[in-house]
């Protein structure tokens, strides 16, 4: 009996150590003026870059971060995936010119916020809309898609740069349970090759 519940004690502890292994994660982007990465955010973790290797044509290009700042969701599925007008749960915080991320099936879309309407009305008419510019979130969205509102940008100076690494311990720090977005500048050409972050949990 006694040799079971250690073999039973190890193995618990075996579960915990794993839970607590560092969780790191990369992605990338390219594009001409500019070129966006995303991490999705995790619930129960905070997203830490700790890495990345920049390539801009521009002598004045920055890296910039945002993480989520506010959490919304999507309360009903637009007609079209160039609607403006986008019912959601609360309008709590939003501001005019703000940048909200809609998160569809894995996938982050990035939209301005032009206005928004509450109303007792029934839906779709009425209720908690936002408003966004023309083109709306470029895809038709469905119930219960998250999302963010985007913080006030965190800048680095980069500059002409070919491969050039940026590492650290905390380069930059999202809010616990949102997502980070990092957008880079370019001329006619720019590219995110790697972008590493670890996801901290509250257990590790």
Request: hydrophobic residues 40%.
């Amino acid at each position: 009996m006694k040799k079971l519940t250690l073999i039973g004690v190890g193995i618990l502890a075996s579960i915990a150590v794993l839970a607590t292994l560092p969780t790191f994660k990369t992605t990338s982007a390219t594009g001409t003026s500019s070129a966006s990465a995303y991490f999705a955010a995790d619930p129960n973790s905070q997203i830490r870059i700790v890495s990345a290797d920049l390539t801009s044509d521009l002598s004045s290009s920055t890296l910039t971060f945002t993480t989520g700042a506010g959490a919304y969701w999507q309360t009903w599925t637009n007609v079209a995936s160039s609607s403006v007008t986008n019912a959601i749960n609360s309008t709590n915080g939003l501001t005019v010119g703000a940048e909200i991320v809609l998160w569809h099936a894995g996938i982050p879309y990035s939209a301005i916020v032009t206005n928004w309407i509450q109303n007792t009305n029934a839906l779709p008419s009425g209720g908690t809309n936002v408003v966004l510019m023309s083109g709306g979130w470029a895809v038709a969205a469905s119930v219960g898609d998250q999302i963010e509102l985007q913080s006030t940008n965190t800048a680095i100076a980069v500059g002409a740069v070919t491969n050039s690494w940026i590492n650290g311990e905390a380069v930059y720090v999202g809010n616990y349970g949102r997502g980070v977005r990092a957008k880079l500048t370019g001329t006619s050409a720019c590219a995110i090759t790697v972008l590493s972050a670890h996801y901290d949990s509250q257990s590790q």
